[in-house]
């Protein structure tokens, strides 16, 4: 079964960087459009970055837009988020997300829990 398992986060200070790693399995990994979500406490889970299949177009929320990069490596199946610059308001569950296979990367924002595929999360704490 498909299987995505993020990785890289933890407790850093404002202004520090992380990176998010999301290992995928189970699927054709280059098929897919990836992207990240986070979720804070009280919180809607959120949009943050998304990834083209081919890795030519990326799409980023506002509030991250940079400050965040995505990347994937095809061959690793994984995608990755860099994150520098964080602020304490960047607190949150990460998420990483595979999309409908051979979708836009547009689709990625459109997201809800019940579509796709969803990671378990790794959780990103920035103290000011």
């Known amino acids: 079964q498909v299987q995505l398992v993020e990785s890289g986060g933890g407790l850093v200070q404002a202004e520090d960087s992380l990176r998010l790693s999301c290992a995928a399995s189970g699927l054709i990994f280059s098929a897919y459009p990836m992207g990240w979500f986070r979720q804070a406490p009280g919180k809607e889970r959120e949009f943050v970055a998304a990834?083209?299949?081919?890795?030519?177009?990326?799409s980023y929320a506002d509030s991250v837009k940079g400050r965040f990069t995505i990347s994937r490596d095809n061959a690793k199946s994984t995608v990755y988020l860099l994150m520098n610059s964080l602020k304490p308001e960047d607190t949150a569950n990460y998420y990483c997300?595979?999309?409908?296979?051979?979708?836009?990367?547009?689709?990625?924002?459109?997201?809800?829990?019940?579509?796709?595929?969803w990671g378990q999360g790794t959780q990103v704490t920035v103290s000011s």
């Open positions: 997300a595979a999309g409908r296979i051979l979708a836009p990367v547009s689709y990625i924002a459109t997201m809800t829990t019940q579509s796709g595929y």
């Open positions: 990834i083209s299949r081919s890795n030519d177009s990326t």
